[in-house]
Nanobody, 125 residues
Framework: QVQLVESGGGLVQPGGSLRLSCAAS????????IGWFRQAPGKEREFVAA????????YYADSFVNRFTISRSNPLNTAYLRMESGNLEDTAVYYC??????????????????WGQGTQVTVSS
């Protein structure tokens, strides 16, 4: 099994930046795509970004491509999500997830087998 633990969430002022981390244990994530999703109160869980096993191909939802950056460090078995120019609508619980190669559309939650518990991000003055 793979265990994923998110960290780095918290309070961010409007216009501020923040970096989330996703640390994996149980097995190496070298052969897994890592995705980030978020869910705001009363909203559906939405795709933010994903990155393939070797870190060569990032994917972003259209609304996040200019402000969010996904990366990974396979030696550290950790993935990251950096947010810039935060606004109030970015307030949500952010989740990381791991998907085996060939598991399906990496933009959909159903493609991911392993999930972290989520970390709260709040953008407020």
């Amino acid at each position: 099994q793979v265990q994923l633990v998110e960290s780095g969430g918290g309070l961010v002022q409007p216009g501020g930046s923040l970096r989330l981390s996703c640390a994996a244990s149980g097995r190496s994530l070298t052969d897994y795509t890592i995705g980030w999703f978020r869910q705001a109160p009363g909203k559906e869980r939405e795709f933010v970004a994903a990155i393939t096993g070797r870190g060569l191909t990032p994917y972003y939802a259209d609304s996040f491509v200019n402000r969010f950056t996904i990366s990974r460090s396979n030696p550290l078995n950790t993935a990251y999500l950096r947010m810039e120019s935060g606004n109030l609508e970015d307030t949500a619980v952010y989740y990381c997830a791991a998907s085996r190669t060939g598991s399906g559309d990496r933009r959909r939650a159903a493609a991911y087998e392993y999930w972290g518990q989520g970390t709260q991000v709040t953008v407020s003055s």
